[in-house]
Nanobody
């Protein structure tokens, strides 16, 4: 079965850091485009960061310079390093895979809360 399992969320003070991880199984990870999305209460889900194979990354303007996406194809893992966190970063963060055959897979999400 296809699985995307996120981990690493939690509560952090403004200015702090968190590292999210997503472990994938059940499909060809190395040829898939991987992304992180987030959804805050009352807001639509938005794309945060995306990484292709090879390692070409893009970011939303709101996180540019603070977040870094990376992937390890030997471990079927995509990570999101989040630095200088702000209260407006509070959201559920989701891992998404876009398979080369044309369909998407989504994880269950992990909660990130930035508050003093």
């Amino acid at each position: 079965q296809v699985r995307l399992v996120e981990s690493g969320g939690g509560l952090v003070q403004p200015g702090g850091s968190l590292r999210l991880s997503c472990v994938a199984s059940g499909f060809t990870f190395s040829s898939s485009v991987m992304s992180w999305y987030r959804q805050a209460p009352g807001k639509e889900r938005e794309e945060v960061a995306t990484i292709t194979d090879p390692d070409n990354a893009s970011y939303a303007d709101s996180v540019q310079g603070r977040f870094t996406i990376s992937r390890d194809n030997t471990k079927n893992t995509v990570n999101l390093q989040m630095n200088i966190l702000k209260p407006e970063d509070t959201a559920v963060y989701y891992c998404k895979a876009r398979h080369s055959w044309g369909f998407d897979f989504w994880g269950q999400g992990t909660q990130v809360t930035v508050s003093s």
